[in-house]
Antibody, heavy 118, light 112 residues
């Protein structure tokens, strides 16, 4: 059974940084793209970033480009999202998701809440 | 970016009645190469992550009840629940994976 468990969320001040992690089990991690998708409180789903199985390719939404960095450690079956220069608009639940394809996140974790506030 | 517009934003349907949710894309989602529509539907129940319920606009995922039907092609798609059950209360999102960035509709909140 595929399981994705996010961690690392919390309260951070504007301009601060945070690193999210996502531990993956139940599938061959290196075979799949991985995605981050976020959901602001009471709002809809917004795709944030993706990374290829061998980490050779990454893509970002325009809203986070230059501030967020996606990475993965295939030896640890773990996905990361380094978030810098955070603003209130980044407040959201961040989900990691296994990618059925490069553009289709099919199985999602439970999410981790990031709150940017002073 | 491809914009997906869902209608309505919210919907209240009686138990046992039909619920219909629409999703309109700003661009064609039908691929000429494989004749597939790159449109999926997600169901998000309160306090839970989204769950994929339809691939390719009309392919029901394993375990999804057959009262759920996905239809449409090109730019117009529909999710239909033929006989609403209490466990169907959720927000439903359409999603396109035709082009990057992948995008979602704004969601439709389905209530009883």
């Amino acid at each position: 059974e595929v399981q994705l468990v996010e961690s690392g969320g919390g309260l951070v001040q504007p301009g601060g940084s945070l690193r999210l992690s996502c531990a993956a089990t139940g599938f061959i991690f290196t075979d799949y793209w991985m995605h981050w998708v976020r959901q602001a409180p009471g709002k809809g789903l917004v795709w944030v970033s993706r990374i290829m199985g061998d980490a050779s390719e990454t893509t970002y939404a325009e809203s986070v480009k230059g501030r967020f960095t996606i990475s993965r450690d295939n030896a640890k079956n773990t996905l990361y999202l380094q978030m810098n220069s955070l603003t209130a608009e980044d407040t959201a639940v961040y989900y990691c998701a296994k990618g059925m394809t490069a553009r289709l996140p099919d199985i999602w974790g439970q999410g981790t809440l990031v709150t940017v506030s002073s | 970016d491809i914009v997906l517009t869902q209608s309505p934003d919210s919907l209240a349907v009686s138990l046992g009645e039909r619920a219909t949710i629409n999703c309109k894309s700003s661009q064609n989602l039908l691929s000429n190469s494989n004749n597939k529509n790159y449109l999926t539907w997600f169901q998000q129940k309160p306090g839970q992550p989204p769950k994929l319920i339809f691939l390719w606009a009309s392919t029901r995922e394993s375990g999804v009840p057959d009262r759920f039907t996905g239809s449409g092609s090109g730019t117009d798609f529909t999710l239909t629940i033929s006989s609403l059950q209490p466990e169907d209360v959720a927000v439903y999102y359409c999603h396109q994976h035709y082009s990057t960035p992948p995008t979602f509709g704004q969601g439709t909140k389905l209530e009883i």
